[in-house]
């Protein structure tokens, strides 16, 4: 079972980018796909996450507005669409997969997880 993240990269203020985390080994129907992101120095924090249907989405309050989540069920993929980057963005971003659907911020409630893909926005 492998997620792989990709789409980091460096973007001034107000910019956006796409990440993409593509499932692979296994389907993850009826997982809960969320993503994280972790900045030197901090904890782990929760950013968003998807449930298996995309009718249910939650945002960290920091995010709403700016970031989107979706996933396409056919590729197996989940995307986070992020518009208005600010310097506090900056961070690594993993995708993380959690088969009890609970939508639960905690990192620990995740099963499995993609390697990170930086992103870095620049004032």
């Known amino acids: 079972v492998q997620l792989q993240a990709s789409g980091g990269g460096l973007v001034q203020a107000g910019g956006g980018l796409r990440l993409s985390c593509a499932a692979s080994?296994?389907?993850?129907?009826?997982?809960?796909m969320g993503w994280f992101r972790q900045a030197p120095g901090k904890e782990r924090e929760f950013v968003t996450a998807?449930?298996?249907?995309?009718?249910?989405?939650s945002y960290a309050d920091s995010v709403k507005g700016r970031f989107t989540i979706s996933r396409d069920k056919a590729k197996n993929t989940v995307y986070l669409q992020m518009n208005s980057l600010r310097p506090e963005d900056t961070a690594v971003y993993y995708c993380?997969?959690?088969?009890?659907?609970?939508?639960?911020?905690?990192?620990?409630?995740?099963?499995?997880w993609g390697q990170g893909t930086q992103v870095t926005v620049s004032s």
């Open positions: 080994g296994r389907t993850f129907s009826g997982y809960v």
């Open positions: 993380a997969a959690d088969r009890g659907g609970s939508f639960s911020f905690r990192p620990n409630e995740y099963d499995y």
């Open positions: 998807i449930g298996w249907s995309s009718v249910t989405t």
